[in-house]
């Protein structure tokens, strides 16, 4: 019995918070029903005091009418790169716009950046701001062209420094061969700030196709150097003018793509480069005992052969013969006989063959 009637009192037990919550709402409502109804009345007072508040600042800080008659105006002034040349157009006395007619020698990342001088100077109703950071001679020239408009005044803007170029000009000289050999070549050189890299394409003995793979030098000037490619590609031949505003960037591609095409060119001088190497590896070889034959070859002293004329006996020959078959051999003389035999060996004893270095002649021989 007991849960049953803890069950039943259970929904009533949760009621009492609720009841004490609505009772003190009742009680406290009409004490704070006129404080509710002057919040409006507070609320609008305090909107309507800024209001106020700004609106006398902005008659305060009105800005003076430009003792510049209504009209639009043309002025210019040195930028970073040329002449910047604007247009100003007054109306009852103020500057209602700033348009920018010629600012070709910036660079363009530059004056995309100055360019938030003409609302500046729109807002500002004067020339005499800032420049923009990074942007500081072109806008220099914006607001040097806009006073020279609205003024007259001749607005002398500071020189910027003058870059130097990475290294001096040079021009690679280039002589074109008899025929190119096929594929894909890549070289480099030196441009304004730095390397200029190149690809060319060559096929069938002809230019087809030249990028520019990597390049240090300003897009600006890039962009003017890059044409000398269709001016290759036309000719076939990279022997072609600098591009005039763009010497540096556009010498640096012509250079770049002359060393590619003479890694693809074919000359008749390396057709013959073997017959060549051959003669000069034979001249190698002879020039060594050229030089070494006053060593090596010993000197001889020249032999002379004296050939004294043969003596003649003083017994002829024709005497000898008769004097033979009067008196043979086997039955001699001793007188005579003895004595010629004895003349003859003597005459020639007279020339040994030693002597003379001649072998001893036949008696047919000597006739």
Known sequence: MNKKRSNTLLPLVQLLPAVAAAAAVLFALPRTAPVLAAVPERLTAVVEQPVEAASSEAEEEALPKLPYADGVYVGSSRGYGGTVRVQVTMENGSITEVEILDASHETKQFLRRAKRLLTTVVDAQSWEVDAVSEATYTSRGILGAVQNALTGEVVNNPLPPQPKPAA????????????????????????????ITVQITVAEDKITDITILSAEDEEEYLSRAKRVIPAILEGQNPNVDAVSGATYSSTGILNAVKLALAKAAVAPAEEAAPEQAASEEVVEEVAPSEAA???????????????????????????????????????????????????????????????????PETEGAAE
């Open 168 to 195: 001096p000009l040079v021009v690679e000289e280039f002589t074109a061969p008899s025929t190119y050999l096929d594929g894909i070549y890549t070289a480099e050189a030196i441009g304004f700030e730095g390397k």
């Open 293 to 359: 034959e006053p060593e090596e070859t010993p000197v001889t002293v020249p032999t002379v052969e004296v050939v004294q004329p043969e003596e003649k006996s003083a017994v002829s020959t024709w005497f000898k013969e008769v004097w033979q078959q009067l008196f043979p051999a086997d039955a001699p003389d001793d007188s005579e006989p003895a004595s010629s035999e004895e003349v003859l060996p003597t005459s020639e004893t007279a020339l040994p063959p030693e002597e003379t270095g001649i072998e």
